[in-house]
Structure formats: structure tokens, C-alpha cells
């Protein structure tokens, strides 16, 4: 009974298994750039982000069908766009990144949906925007595997100016450094990995398998390393879990998968060990120095 | 005595707006020379212009330091990143090891000789969103310490820093213009200026008067100043001073 429901769907299909291993390559890259998107004060820009990623997911659809190739190269296309307008936007005008992130991603939902719902059916609508783990396939586990490891190693070679850039970016750019170059490079590995994450959970789910166990793991550590090696595991096992619940009820992978983290998220919030709930309450004894 | 860093005709300006108009000065090599001035007199813009940091430069500014260490206004730093003293500190040798190459034993070395020349040992792997400002001061300032610059520009040192921590503060700045180093700082207390620093530049968006601090800042200066810098005007219309470079 139990082997049925925890293994046999892995056994028996080869798109869950792999579905599984592109979650456990997700959740290693994906886990890192959602610590640097906290540090950075920018999950709410990387949520933009992946929203934006829908009109180039939705073109590649128009012209190749339901094609991973072609809606995972518009989607980047689209995502990279976003990024560089509403940085440029905000270089040129007075208006704040946030607010330029937000008007681009809101532009770009709007259009997505409307070339969506010029060919497609509800169907595949939902199946873009919530994910559909039936459809990964030999292609869609090689996109998640290089993406991961790009962003691992992209991550270490551009570390060192990337935490500066976050904490002072002034001494960067004292240095002679253009601390904006990695920005970029940073924003263009977080692209790659919602795309990496949309066929599985789609496009507006794909953050939240690189934000929520992060954000948790923010209650259990304090460093960058630290955190990234709390938030991978729990990234998987939602992954796991959500992908062995969805194929079980008949429901959209990406949904299931995000609700998972967010219990890791809300029991980190509860229980974590830095000022979390628990800590709040708990009244240990003060030290005496 | 010779110039460190000379301005010519300088005028920085955000949106248009002057933030520093027509200011020629010198400020002289191997002194400590203090910039004083009101709020939104131009004195943190000045230094990053020195920087070259500045959005918008008109004039020109004549600098023969070869090295610029800068110190920024606390406010400029994420202070709750998770990164430990030490690597905070190493970061002054980035001339030396760039954004990529590993640090060397020298580099280590001299970290933590800095940290302990601010009188922080034993503070190396503690990560700085614990510490106080006093003490995050100390930080910054071994940082600088490793920077080894023959110009050092230190944007309010002091602000909100207890007497203890200034006076140790002032012991390494004193070690730098001992060492022939130049010294330039934004400080508001100017009894502190009198005291410490024999050259001052008064700004108010344009310059009031530079050179011996005792004179500069007399009470008809500092008078003057205040004036200055509460005329601001939204509305004014385009500058049209002639560019005393040709002259």
C-alpha cells in the first residue's frame, strides 16, 4: 500500500522519474538564487520576473505548438527583456525598480494570456500558467540539469562582487568595479531558472520552489551558504511530495508542489531557530554578558 | 605645500540642480583638511565627485593621488547581509585580488593586523549585523586601513558615535597623516575640526572660504553659510556665471 502510493508511480513512469530528478536539479539551483533574491530584497521583483516570462512562453507556443524548446527559449527571451526594459526604465526615469518591475510584469501577463487564448484552450492556458508534469520529458530533465549546473557554477565564479554588490554597493563601484554587470548576470541566472522550473510548475508557480524554501531557510541560518544547504533539501522533498500528490488526485503539479514549500515556510515561521514564532515566545534567560 | 587635489570651476548638479556651484579650491597633500558645512551644503557630493562617483561634473578637478580610500555614510550599507568582520575587512585588498582570485597570506595577514589596530580582536567571525555603530565604524575603518591610499576621503566619521570610539578613531587617522597620507573629512562638530584638523574647506554649495581651519571658520563664515545655503531657490532660472577656466 504504501509502496504503491510513495514509489510505484516512479517505478512505473518514466516522466515522474523524471520529473523527480529535474526536482532535485531545480531545488540545488534554484535554492541559491532564491538566498541572493532575499538578500537583495528582491522577491518581489523575482515574482515579477517570472510572470513576465508568460508572452515569450506564449509566442513560442503560437509558433511551435506545445514545444519546450520554443516556449523555454521565448520564456527566457521574454523574462531577459523584463528584466533589462525595467532596469533601463529606471535608470532614465524617476520611478523606483519595483515599480517599474511591477508595470512590466503586468504588461507582459496581459499579453501573454491574450496570445495564448488566440490559439490554445483553456486547457493548455492552465497547463502554462500552473505546469504539467506529464509533458517532462528526456528534453525538459537536459534544460533543468544545465541550468542548474550553470547556475551553481555561474554563482561561485561571480560570488565575491555579487555579496558586495548587495551590501555595499558603493565600494564596489569605488573600485572601479560596474557593479550593474552583475546584476544582470545574477537576474539572467534567475531567469534561467524559471524557466528551468515552468514546465514542472509553471509560469506562475515557478518561483516558488526557488523563494518559499529559502525564505524558510532564513529562520534556521544566517549565512549565504548556510541557507542555500537548508533550503535545497527542502525545496526537493516539496518537490517529491507535491509531485507524488498531484499524480495521485489529478491535480496541476505546480500548485501542489508551491503549497508543500509553503508548509516548510509556515513551520520554519513557527519553529525556526532565529526569530522565528517559538523564538518570540519563549523567554530564555538573558546572559549575563 | 604642495596640492593634492586641486578644483577647478567645480559644479556637480542633480537634475540641474547645483548641488556644488563653482567651487575652486585646493586642498593640500600629506595634511588633514576637515569639509564643513549645513545640511545639503554639497559636502557628501563633493566627495563623491572626487570618487568619481558624481552623476554630472562641469569644471574639473586635479588629483594626483595615485589611491582613494572611501568611507561612506553608514546609511549606504546593508548592514543586515550576513557577511563576518574579517571578510568585511579583507574586501579593502579588492585592488589587490579582484572580484575572483583567492586572497593572499599577506592579505590575511594584514586583515588581521587591521582589525586589531581598531581594537576589534576576537570580533573576526562575528557577522556585522550584530555589532553597534561604534563598532561597525571600527570595521570600516580597518577596511580602509588595508585600502593603503595616499588619499583617504571619510564621509561623517563621527555621526553618532560615542567619545571613546572617536578618540580611538582619531589615533589611526593621525597614524595616516603621520605616514604622509592626505586626509579629507566631512565632520559637523567643529569644535572637533578646531581641535584636530588645521585645514577646513567651508561649503555651502558654493565654497565660503578654504585653508587654515582657524580662519576659515570664523563666525562671519559660518554666518555666512548658514545664509547660503537656506536661499534655495526650485524655481531658478539657468546659471550664467561666466566659466572662470578661460579667464
Not at chain 1, 13 to 40: E, H, K
Request: with cysteine; glycine share 8%; proline share 4%.
Amino acid at each position: 500500500m504504501l509502496y504503491e502510493y510513495l514509489f510505484q508511480p516512479f517505478v512505473e513512469f518514466g516522466f515522474m522519474r523524471r520529473a523527480l530528478v529535474a526536482s532535485l536539479a531545480l531545488a540545488v539551483g534554484g535554492s541559491a538564487i532564491g538566498v541572493f533574491l532575499i538578500l537583495r530584497r528582491m522577491s518581489l521583483m523575482g515574482d515579477a520576473l517570472a510572470h513576465a516570462l508568460l508572452p515569450g512562453a506564449a509566442l513560442g507556443f503560437l509558433l511551435g505548438g506545445l514545444s519546450l524548446p520554443a516556449m523555454s527559449l521565448g520564456g527566457f527571451l521574454a523574462g531577459i527583456a523584463t528584466a533589462l526594459a525595467s532596469g533601463v526604465i529606471a535608470r532614465f526615469s524617476n520611478m523606483r525598480e519595483d515599480a517599474s518591475f511591477a508595470a512590466a510584469y503586468l504588461t507582459a501577463m496581459a499579453l501573454g494570456v491574450l496570445i495564448v487564448s488566440l490559439r490554445g484552450s483553456a486547457v493548455d492556458l492552465m497547463n502554462i500558467l500552473f505546469g504539467a508534469i506529464l509533458a517532462v520529458d528526456d528534453m525538459a530533465l537536459f534544460l533543468v540539469v544545465s541550468t542548474a549546473t550553470l547556475t551553481l557554477v555561474g554563482l561561485a565564479a561571480i560570488y565575491r562582487p555579487l555579496v558586495v554588490e548587495c551590501f555595499n554597493p558603493g565600494f564596489l563601484a569605488a573600485m572601479g568595479v560596474r557593479g550593474s554587470l552583475y546584476h544582470y548576470l545574477f537576474l539572467g541566472l534567475a531567469v534561467l531558472n524559471m524557466v528551468a522550473g515552468f514546465q514542472a510548475l509553471g509560469t506562475l508557480m515557478a518561483l516558488g520552489i526557488v523563494l518559499l524554501p529559502a525564505v524558510a531557510a532564513s529562520f534556521w541560518a544566517r549565512e549565504v551558504w548556510s541557507m542555500t544547504l537548508i533550503a535545497a533539501p527542502m525545496a526537493f522533498a516539496s518537490a517529491a511530495v507535491g509531485l507524488l500528490v498531484s499524480f495521485h488526485a489529478g491535480l496541476p503539479s505546480g500548485p501542489v508542489i508551491v503549497l508543500f514549500a509553503s508548509l516548510f515556510f509556515l513551520g520554519s515561521l513557527l519553529l525556526g531557530s532565529r526569530s522565528s514564532v517559538r523564538t518570540r515566545l519563549s523567554r530564555p534567560v538573558h546572559l549575563r554578558g | 605645500m604642495s596640492a593634492a587635489l586641486r578644483l577647478v570651476d567645480l559644479t556637480v548638479s542633480y537634475d540641474r540642480h547645483p548641488a556644488v556651484h563653482h567651487v575652486s579650491a585646493e586642498i593640500p597633500a600629506a595634511e588633514m583638511t576637515a569639509i564643513v558645512g549645513p545640511n545639503g551644503a554639497g559636502k557628501s557630493t563633493l566627495l563623491k565627485a572626487l570618487l568619481g562617483l558624481a552623476p554630472h561634473i562641469e569644471g574639473r578637478i586635479e588629483c594626483s593621488a595615485k589611491r582613494i580610500a572611501y568611507l561612506p555614510q553608514q546609511a549606504e550599507i546593508d548592514r543586515s547581509f550576513p557577511i563576518s568582520v574579517f571578510d568585511t575587512v579583507l574586501l579593502g585588498r579588492w585592488t589587490r585580488f579582484g572580484g575572483f582570485a583567492a586572497a593572499g597570506h599577506a592579505d590575511i595577514h594584514d586583515a588581521q593586523h587591521a582589525i586589531e589596530a581598531v581594537g576589534l580582536a576576537g570580533f573576526e567571525r562575528r557577522p556585522i549585523d550584530t555589532l553597534s555603530v561604534g563598532q561597525f565604524q571600527r570595521v570600516l575603518f580597518a577596511r580602509l586601513l588595508l585600502q593603503d591610499a595616499d588619499l583617504v576621503l571619510l564621509d561623517e566619521p563621527f555621526a553618532a558615535i560615542d567619545s571613546k570610539t572617536v578618540a580611538d578613531l582619531m589615533v589611526v587617522i593621525r597614524r595616516w597623516q603621520a605616514e604622509k597620507r592626505t586626509v579629507v573629512a566631512v565632520l559637523h562638530d567643529l569644535d572637533q575640526v578646531r581641535r584636530d584638523f588645521p585645514n577646513s574647506l567651508l561649503l555651502a554649495r558654493e565654497l565660503v572660504d578654504s585653508g587654515p581651519t582657524l580662519r576659515v571658520l570664523s563666525a562671519e563664515n559660518l554666518l555666512r553659510a548658514r545664509a547660503m545655503a537656506e536661499a534655495w531657490d526650485e524655481h531658478a532660472g539657468a546659471c550664467e556665471a561666466p566659466m572662470r577656466l578661460s579667464a
